[in-house]
């Protein structure tokens, strides 16, 4: 009941590009109770989404996960032009 009582008092605000913020007042910025309930709607939102467009259970096992992290961090990320390689300034 409190966590409904809380999403009661959050205010809509637009800003001045048009979008709308939803926030607290400022008297009650300290409360995370509000931003807890906010996090889970958005959660909620996403999987219904993922359920609509019938995705979302792509299932990886972790083998495969692992080898193909390993094959990534074979390929050497050469950043410098020194290191192991000619030297482009040889004449």
């Known amino acids: ?30 409360d995370d109770r509000v931003y807890c309930l906010a996090l889970f709607a958005s959660h909620l939102m996403a999987m219904r989404k993922a359920n609509e467009r019938g995705g979302g259970d792509t299932k990886t096992d972790f083998a495969t996960y692992l080898m193909s992290k390993i094959g990534e961090q074979r390929q050497p990320k050469v950043t410098n032009p020194f290191a192991g390689l000619t030297n482009p300034f040889r004449r």
């Open 1 to 30: 009941d409190l966590l409904k009582d809380e999403a009661i008092r959050m205010q809509q605000t637009r800003l001045t590009t048009g979008e709308v913020k939803y926030a607290m007042p400022s008297a009650r910025d300290h």
